[in-house]
């Protein structure tokens, strides 16, 4: 039942992470045409303020929204094996669903392929770094002990990460997976999804690197 209840947080917490995402970047997109600085900064704030409120609100159940969060977690040993296939397919179902839900409450088909390239050596760097970053955020903040703070770290890293990182900032497998289910400003080709989602698990890999260097005690990720 335990693992039925966060993997029913996952789900929803990744599903409105998405609406988030692909929700603004649309309502960004309507509202200010033909300004892409200002579209991302709009699309930035929305996502890192909606992601902040659900990690605070789901957090004491579970609230990553993320496979390569949860797959550092299980090389910790903090979950089981079981818990990883469980809880990365809730996320993937979650984001898929948000992003459906996006598209409908603006009014667009309920999937529509995206073809926006986001292609480079440059952008796969940046999601190296924005992966890398995310979880050093996240595992740092937890093993200070300061658990209640986590919703506050991600939520401004990833607001500032959107800015950083030529990339943008996907930083999640499971929302790079969703984001090709709509054609608007936060779509990303098909086509590019392996390459992203590579840079993502290579990112996620350093990052458990360096945290396996510094840790000294066991990393507690509920409260």
């Known amino acids: ?25 649309i309502a960004a997109s309507r509202l200010s045409p033909g300004d892409q600085g200002l579209q991302l900064l709009e699309n930035a704030l929305v996502t890192g303020a909606a992601l902040t409120a659900l990690i605070l609100a789901l957090q004491p159940v579970s609230a990553a929204f993320n496979p390569i969060v949860t797959l550092v977690e299980r090389a910790l040993g903090l979950v089981t094996s079981l818990d990883v296939l469980v809880l990365v397919g809730a996320q993937v179902v979650g984001a898929c669903v948000g992003a ?17 390239e986001r292609t480079g050596g440059g952008l796969l760097l940046g999601e190296v770094v924005a992966t890398f970053g995310l979880l050093i955020v996240i595992f ?10 986590v919703a506050f770290a991600v939520g401004g890293y990833i607001t500032a990460a959107y800015f950083f990182t030529s990339s943008t900032s996907f930083a999640n497998p499971a929302v790079t997976l969703a984001r090709t289910l709509s054609d608007t400003f936060a779509g990303i080709a098909p086509a590019a999804v392996p390459m992203f989602v590579l840079m993502q698990l290579l990112g996620g890999a350093l990052a458990l690197g360096l945290l396996l260097l510094l840790r000294s005690e066991p990393v507690r990720t509920r409260p």
């Open 100 to 116: 459906v839900v996006a598209n409908l409450m603006f009014g667009l088909d309920a999937v529509s392929r995206s073809t926006t």
């Open 1 to 25: 039942m335990t693992l039925v209840r966060r993997a029913t947080a996952e789900l929803v917490g990744t599903a409105f992470l998405l609406m988030a995402v692909i929700g603004s970047g």
């Open 140 to 149: 740092g903040t937890l093993r200070s002990g300061r658990t209640e703070n």
